[in-house]
C-alpha cells in the first residue's frame, strides 16, 4: 500500500538549518507530483511547496528563498531543505501526493514530522 514516512524535523535555533526527507512507496513515485504541507499550533494546514515529476518547482511566499523542494527519484525520497528557519516555521510537516486510483483521484498524507524552531 502507499506509504510516506517523514524524517528530520527537530528542535533547531533562529537562523538554523534542518532537513526533512519523505521516504514513499506502494506506487510509481517518478510519475508523481510531491507536495509539503504544515500545520502549525492553533493554525490551518497549509502548503508550503511543490515539486512536479519533471522536477518543477513552486513555494509559497512565506518560505521562498529560504526552503527548498527536491526530489531523489532512484531513492524514491522528497527533500525539504529548510535554511534560516523562525520561530513561524514551527509546525509539524506534512509530505502528500496524490494518485489515481481507478476512476478516483485520492490524497495519500504521511504521519509528520515536526519543526520547532526555538532559542
Known amino acids: 500500500q502507499v506509504q510516506l514516512v517523514e524524517s528530520g524535523g527537530g528542535l533547531v535555533q533562529p537562523g538554523g538549518s534542518l532537513r526533512l526527507s519523505c521516504a514513499a512507496s506502494?506506487?510509481?513515485?517518478?510519475?508523481?507530483?510531491m507536495r509539503w504541507y504544515r500545520q502549525a499550533p492553533g493554525k490551518e494546514r497549509e502548503w508550503v511547496a511543490s515539486?512536479?515529476?519533471?522536477?518543477?518547482?513552486n513555494y509559497s511566499d512565506s518560505v521562498k528563498g529560504r526552503l527548498t523542494i527536491s526530489r531523489d527519484n532512484a531513492k524514491n525520497t522528497v527533500y525539504l531543505f529548510m535554511n534560516t528557519l523562525k520561530p513561524e516555521d514551527t509546525a509539524v510537516y506534512y509530505c502528500?501526493?496524490?494518485?489515481?486510483?481507478?476512476?478516483?483521484?485520492?490524497?495519500?498524507w504521511g504521519q509528520g514530522t515536526q519543526v520547532t524552531v526555538s532559542s
Open positions: 502528500t501526493t496524490i494518485l489515481l486510483v481507478g476512476s478516483r483521484l485520492q490524497l495519500y
Open positions: 506502494g506506487f510509481t513515485f517518478s510519475r508523481n507530483a
Open positions: 515539486i512536479t515529476s519533471e522536477g518543477g518547482t
